[in-house]
């Protein structure tokens, strides 16, 4: 089956890598962990925070890994087996790893993470872009 590009509109010029991400995001859509994503207003003078929150339980710091490669936010989850001699009379909680992509915008900076209570939070910030006006000349044909 084909895709009909869906920023195909000759107003929308240079936005292929757009699309491609798009794509990226979509096939990669798998449901755990759980998250939720947050605007958290920032102090007086400071842009808004944006917090994403995973549902880890289970989980310590030293088997997550959030790297950060190009506009890529990834979250990664490795748990093993202990190991040891245990019976199981009803296993639900397995040993699952995951693996979580987040694109970000250009400018947005990841500033910190933090595991409590089973819960992994990231925050990022975008800071306000200074506004740029630059006039074109244009040149004359004689």
Same mark, same amino acid.
């Given at each position: 089956?084909? !895709? @009909?590009?869906?920023?195909?509109? +000759?107003?929308?010029l240079?936005?292929?890598? %757009?699309?491609? @991400? %798009?794509?990226? @995001?979509?096939?990669?859509?798998?449901?755990?962990?759980?998250?939720? /994503?947050? !605007? $958290?207003?920032?102090?007086?003078?400071? +842009?808004?925070?944006? !917090? /994403?929150?995973?549902? #880890?339980?289970?989980?310590? &710091?030293?088997?997550?890994?959030?790297? @950060? *490669?190009?506009?890529?936010?990834t979250? &990664?989850?490795?748990? =093993?087996?202990?190991?040891?001699? &245990?019976?199981? $009379?009803?296993?639900?909680?397995?040993?699952?790893?995951?693996?979580?992509?987040? #694109?970000?915008?250009?400018?947005? *900076?990841? =500033?910190?993470?933090?595991?409590?209570?089973?819960? %992994?939070?990231?925050? %990022?910030? !975008?800071? *306000?872009?200074?506004? $740029?006006? &630059?006039?074109?000349?244009?040149?004359?044909?004689?």
């Amino acid at each position: 089956m084909s !895709r @009909v590009p869906s920023l195909s509109s +000759p107003f929308l010029l240079g936005f292929d890598q %757009l699309e491609r @991400v %798009l794509d990226r @995001v979509t096939k990669g859509a798998d449901g755990y962990p759980p998250y939720n /994503i947050e !605007r $958290i207003a920032g102090p007086a003078g400071h +842009p808004d925070r944006l !917090r /994403i929150t995973l549902a #880890v339980a289970g989980f310590t &710091r030293e088997q997550l890994d959030v790297t @950060v *490669e190009e506009s890529q936010l990834t979250i &990664r989850g490795r748990q =093993v087996d202990d190991g040891e001699d &245990r019976c199981f $009379i009803h296993r639900g909680i397995a040993a699952r790893q995951f693996q979580r992509s987040f #694109v970000l915008a250009d400018g947005m *900076e990841v =500033v910190g993470a933090d595991l409590k209570n089973g819960l %992994l939070s990231i925050d %990022l910030v !975008r800071p *306000e872009p200074e506004r $740029i006006v &630059r006039r074109i000349d244009i040149a004359a044909e004689d």
